[in-house]
Nanobody
């Protein structure tokens, strides 16, 4: 069964940092692109970062220069290093991949940025 489990969220002050992790099982992890999305209350879910199986990364304009996505194919985990956090980064962050013609999502991890 495909399973994605996020962790690492929490409460941080503006300008602080967090590192999110997404442990993936049930797929051939090395062959799958991975994505981080986020959704704030009342807002649509948005893609913030993606990484291919080979390690090529892309970012939403709102997080470029502040967030870094990476992956460890041995431990089948994708990471999101978030620096210089802003209150507008507050959201539930979700890990996503596509397999067997459908999307698979984790349960999400809450990130709250406030003083």
């Amino acid at each position: 069964q495909v399973r994605l489990v996020e962790s690492g969220g929490g409460l941080v002050q503006p300008g602080g940092s967090l590192r999110l992790s997404c442990r993936v099982s049930g797929v051939n992890f090395r062959l799958h692109d991975m994505e981080w999305h986020r959704q704030a209350p009342g807002n649509q879910r948005e893609l913030v970062a993606s990484i291919t199986g080979g390690g090529s990364a892309d970012y939403a304009n709102s997080v470029k220069g502040r967030f870094t996505i990476s992956r460890d194919n041995v431990w089948t985990t994708v990471f999101l290093q978030m620096n210089s956090l802003r209150p507008e980064d507050t959201a539930v962050y979700y890990c996503r991949t596509r397999a067997r013609g459908r999307d698979f999502w984790g349960q999400g991890t809450q990130v709250t940025v406030q003083g």
